[in-house]
């Protein structure tokens, strides 16, 4: 008979909470890599830096998804690395979008501390970093 896999405590998929995070993660993953792949396929020369950062954007708001919805040692350290990534990443194209707005003649998803998107860009990863703090393993 298979043994049967349980999901770890600490996975995002058990609870409503959890859920509704993943849901915005999920969207922001699928909404940064769709408008990096129509950016980078039709008009990549207009602002490269712009559209790259997109991309890597999508591929962090991937991470987190996964991370996230995994839990468990290894989907704790996916969720916690994409997040601090995150968050650093939005806080810095965030700064030089205002500072060198030359520098990006387009937006990406973290422009202006993610303003395009209702600055959910710049409150999701601390959400995301407090969901993995707040259900980490206790010591027994």
């Not at 008009?43 to 995994?70: C, D, K, N, Q, R």
């Not at 939005?90 to 520098?103: E, K, P, R, S």
Request: with cysteine.
């Amino acid at each position: 008979m298979a043994e049967q896999r349980t999901r770890p405590r600490d996975a995002a998929l058990g609870t409503g909470l959890g859920r509704v995070l993943l849901l915005v993660y999920g969207i922001f993953a699928l909404s940064a890599s769709a408008r990096a792949l129509v950016q980078i396929t039709t008009h990549f020369t207009e602002a490269p830096l712009a559209y790259l950062l997109s991309a890597l954007a999508g591929l962090v708001y991937i991470a987190a998804t996964v991370g996230l919805a995994i839990g468990g040692p290894r989907g704790r350290a996916i969720a916690l690395t994409s997040c601090s990534i995150e968050l650093l990443g939005v806080l810095v194209v965030g700064t030089l979008t205002i500072v060198d707005a030359v520098a990006f003649p387009d937006a990406t998803v973290w422009s202006e501390f993610g303003q395009g998107y209702g600055y959910v860009p710049l409150v999701l990863p601390f959400i995301g970093l407090w969901w993995v703090w707040r259900h980490r393993p206790t010591a027994p």
